[in-house]
Every structure is written in C-alpha cells, then in structure tokens.
C-alpha cells in the first residue's frame, strides 16, 4: 500500500512543478489559479511521501519520489512544452526508470 501512496506523491510532484511552469506563463487569474494548483499539488505529494516513509526505508522512498517526479517532469516538458526530445535526454531518463525499478526490486519493504 505504501508504495502506492508514494507512486501517487511522485504523481503530485510532477503535478506541482507542471503547475509552477503553467504559472510562469501565464498571468493574471489564470496565473493564481496555476500557483494554487501548485501549492495544493505540492501538500498532497508532502503528505503522501510522509505516509509512505512511516514504513518504507526514507532513502528509497526519497529517491523513487525524486525520480518519479524528474521522468515525470522532463516527459511533459517534451511532450507539453516542446523541450528537446534527442537522444542523450531520451537514454538518461530511460536510466532513471531503470533506477526506480532496481530499488523497488531491491527494497524488503
């Protein structure tokens, strides 16, 4: 259970820094909204990586929440804000994945 509530903060994390760029865009109420939805993104992702620590070792948890939120980011960067897609980027963040599931494989939680 507790690794599903950190997949969700991971989620949440991705969440609020897609709302930090949206906020950095646009202005005016568009731009509150934005900036709300970071800071209830960021409470849920705080929470839920708090929950999931009270079982899971903080150092793997941190980690695959850090690395959910970074493959998460970059790929709605490529996908959303037309950031570069070349090879290089595409291989590193396909190194983070690798990363993630090596640590749950590994984890005895």
């Not at 865009?25 to 929470?47: D, E, H, K, Q, V």
């Not at 959303?80 to 939680?109: M, N, Q």
Request: glycine share 10%.
């Amino acid at each position: 259970m507790n690794w599903i509530l950190l997949i969700i903060a991971g989620l949440f994390e991705v969440g609020f820094t897609t709302c930090l760029a949206k906020a950095r865009i646009t202005t005016g109420t568009s731009s509150l909204l934005w900036i709300a939805g970071f800071f209830i993104s960021l409470s849920l992702s705080m929470y839920l990586l708090y929950k999931a620590t009270q079982t899971l070792p903080m150092g793997t948890a941190y980690a695959v929440w850090t690395g959910i939120g970074a493959v998460g980011t970059a790929l709605i960067g490529i996908l959303f804000f037309k950031e570069p897609a070349d090879f290089w980027r595409l291989f590193f963040i396909s190194t983070l994945i690798a990363s993630i599931a090596g640590l749950k494989l590994v984890s005895t939680h």
